[in-house]
Nanobody
Framework: EVQLQASGGGLVQVGGSLRLSCAAS????????VGWFRQAPEKEREGVSC????????YYADSVKGRFTISSDPAENTVYLQMNFLKPEDTAVYYC??????????????????????????????WGRGTLVTVSS
C-alpha cells in the first residue's frame, strides 16, 4: 500500500524552529518530486518547497526562502523540511506530496498553482495527511 506520512508539526513561538518529515512506504521516492504544500484556514493551498529526487534540484516559495530548507534521506525514503525563524503567517496544515508530471514545476512548487495554461500537470501524485504547524506570537 502506498502511503505518505507527514509528521513533526506542533506549536512553536515566533522565531522558533520545527522539522517536518515526510516518510514514504510502498514506493520509493526515486524519480519523484517530493513537495511540501500548506493550507491556512480560509486560504487556498500554496506551495512551500520541493525536492527533485532525480537531479537534486530544490524549489522554494519566496516567503520561505532563507528560512526553510528541504532535504532528502534516500536510505530512509524520507524528505525533511527544516523550518527556522518561523512567523505567525507560517501557521497552516502542511502536506507532503510525491508526484511526477510535466510543465512549470518551479511555479507549482513555489505557489501551489497549476490552474493556468502551461501549468505543471501531474500524472502521478500521492498525498499524505497533513501536520499542523502553529506559530504563536
Amino acid at each position: 500500500e502506498v502511503q505518505l506520512q507527514a509528521s513533526g508539526g506542533g506549536l512553536v513561538q515566533v522565531g522558533g524552529s520545527l522539522r517536518l518529515s515526510c516518510a514514504a512506504s510502498g514506493f520509493s521516492f526515486d524519480d519523484y518530486i517530493v513537495g511540501w504544500f500548506r493550507q491556512a484556514p480560509e486560504k487556498e493551498r500554496e506551495g512551500v518547497s520541493c525536492f527533485s529526487s532525480s537531479d537534486g534540484k530544490t524549489y522554494y516559495a519566496d516567503s520561505v526562502k532563507g528560512r526553510f530548507t528541504i532535504s532528502s534521506d534516500p536510505a530512509e525514503n524520507t524528505v525533511y523540511l527544516q523550518m527556522n525563524f518561523l512567523k505567525p503567517e507560517d501557521t497552516a496544515v502542511y502536506y507532503c506530496s510525491a508526484f511526477k508530471g510535466y510543465g512549470q514545476v518551479s511555479v507549482y512548487c513555489s505557489t501551489g498553482s497549476n490552474a493556468y495554461p502551461g501549468a505543471y500537470t501531474t500524472y502521478v501524485d500521492y498525498w499524505g495527511r497533513g501536520t499542523l504547524v502553529t506559530v504563536s506570537s
